[in-house]
């Protein structure tokens, strides 16, 4: 049998188009990650896979180290949301500095190798050679260094500049430190079943999306919404009336 | 003439179909950067619709079951099914799909049109031929690496990325160089990045060694014109072979009967063994094409 380019456009659409439908259905096609970070051989979440989009909250449910420790050990506002605050935001916090090996930005390696340090998972970072003098210092109060470790980090730290000198006492600082507020609060990351247990209806739900409840509860609801090509922030506000 | 012309429109339709919806892609998760809402389709990652994300990530996925930084399961269920494509119809990925090889093609033009007949052919041979395995090297190098660090490390200097996100501070200068080379490199040789660098096309292209579909040359009735040779994009010797299986090849099908090759049933893909039907033929249309050729007084 001759193969003709039809044919092809044919195998493309029935392959690629067919196979993407079918693996959708079979929920084997998701575009959006799982946020669980990889685990070691000893069973323990892997430092080297924190990531830059996990929050606190989530630093704190991976690899049980508490939020305020991180807040504390690096200087964060005390209202900081450990829902809200990923990672990767210390970037818009901290000035970079300037090291031996060049420019610095305290983002996701830092807390990957203070991390490491605090709870005593091995970690070795081609980037961080120097710590903010403040987490070096709260490490050493809460005796978390040997006295290697102890000499080391002593001899490479830096100081810990804000880009915004009124970041610690502005009464409110950017929509990345939110004081936890009372009532629903409808994030990125809230999924349609934490919707649910709030105790939002089919009914309400339908009323104010205009859709039924997926069978996909998991999902965040943003990304739902999206999907259906609405505003996300005009629906979590119908929500928050 | 017209024929050949309306056949190739299908392939340039395919190109373009998938170049647009990188576009929207891309274009949505702009959109959502902004806080607006996607067109048409959600705002999945340029990694959430490249199937080499999923090939970086086997080692992780079988040994530890999670998949490595920035990579989606859509990336992983896509390698498979590009695996399942190539295995049929050889590289279609490359030569039908990959947006970044249309991006090439259509600099190519260009350089096709300034350079006529010395476009495509300015590598000597002998530099071209060992530098045509330098992407085995480059997909080892990206799988182990990437296996070890567990980061998706082929980003920083993947011209995809660069091309399709290059309004993101994601974009290494890195990247933004090897993509700048790759176009320029397009307007004096044909794909580049495909023939040279790639290394999801140095693993695509290993099937060619085995895939279902073949595509054949009957010794038989090929008048040996060399059309296929000089149509070619990746600058195969298929004139000289009678199953072409060089791992460059990436099922354009511009070499075959279909297009170039002006004599039916001479080169083309083929699912299952012919028999030759016209080559015992006193009306062998290689014969009267040689004939007319030779003006018949041979």
């Known amino acids: 049998m001759k193969i003709k380019s039809i044919h092809i456009l044919l195998a493309i659409i029935i392959i690629i188009g067919g196979g993407i439908l079918l693996a959708s259905e079979l929920d084997l096609y998701n575009t959006t990650r799982v946020k669980s970070p990889r685990k070691t051989a000893e069973g323990i979440y892997d430092v080297i896979d924190m990531r830059g989009s996990h929050t606190l909250e989530e630093i704190e449910k991976y690899y049980q180290l508490s939020a305020s420790s991180v807040i504390e050990a690096f200087g964060l506002r005390p209202d900081t949301n450990p829902n809200l605050f990923q990672l990767k935001d210390m970037k818009e916090i901290f000035t970079p500095v300037e090291l031996e090996e060049g420019e610095y930005i305290v983002e996701t390696d830092t807390v990957k190798v203070f991390t490491s340090l605090y709870l005593k998972i091995p970690y070795v970072s081609d980037e961080t050679f120097n710590l903010p003098e403040k987490t070096v210092n709260y490490l050493i109060e809460n005796d978390k260094l040997t006295g290697e470790e102890k000499e080391y980090w002593q001899g490479h730290t830096f100081k810990l500049e804000y880009l915004d000198s009124k970041y610690l006492t502005a009464s409110e600082f950017s929509k990345i430190v939110v004081e936890e507020a009372e009532g629903l609060i409808v994030t990125g990351r809230t999924t349609i079943q934490e919707l649910l247990d709030y105790g939002i209806t089919e009914e309400k739900f339908e009323e104010v999306t205009g859709f039924k409840i997926p069978d996909k509860k998991l999902v965040s609801f943003r990304d739902f919404i999206i999907d259906k090509g609405l505003e996300f922030g005009e629906v979590k506000d119908k929500f928050a009336e | ?298």
């Open chain 2, 1 to 298: 003439m017209i024929k050949n012309q309306k056949k190739n429109l299908i392939r340039l339709a395919v190109q373009i179909c998938f170049f647009a919806l990188i576009i929207l892609v891309s274009l949505n998760q702009w959109r959502s950067e902004q806080g607006l809402a996607p067109l048409l389709i959600g705002s999945p990652s340029l990694h959430a619709v490249c199937p080499f994300g999923g090939v970086v990530t086997i080692y992780t996925y079988f040994t530890e079951g999670a998949f490595i930084q920035k990579i989606h399961q859509s990336s992983f269920t896509l390698m498979w099914l590009i695996f399942s494509l190539t295995l049929l119809l050889g590289p279609v990925f490359c030569g039908w799909v990959c947006p970044f090889g249309t991006v090439e093609e259509f600099i190519g033009k260009i350089g096709r049109k300034i350079f006529k007949k010395r476009y495509n052919n300015f590598i000597p041979s002998v530099i071209d031929k060992p530098l045509r395995y330098l992407r085995y090297i480059i997909l080892m190098l990206v799988v182990v690496n990437t296996a070890i660090s567990g980061k998706l490390l082929f980003s920083n200097f993947d011209p995809y990325f660069a091309l399709f996100k290059i309004w993101s501070s994601e974009v290494t200068r890195l990247s933004l160089l090897v993509l700048g080379l790759t176009l320029i490199g397009s307007l004096f040789v044909e794909r580049p990045w495909c023939k040279y660098l790639c290394p999801y096309g140095a693993l695509l292209g290993i099937f060619n060694f085995f895939r279902i579909v073949k595509l054949k040359r009957n010794e038989k009735i090929c008048i040996n014109c060399k059309k296929c040779d000089r149509v070619c994009p990746m600058n195969i010797d298929i004139s000289t072979s009678k199953t072409v299986t060089d791992h460059q090849c990436i099922s354009c099908l511009l070499c075959t009967d279909e297009i170039a090759c002006p004599v039916s049933n001479s080169l083309s893909f083929s699912l299952l063994e012919r028999k030759n039907p016209t080559e015992n033929s006193e009306n062998d249309s290689g014969a009267k094409i040689r004939e007319s050729i030779s003006g018949g007084g041979k």
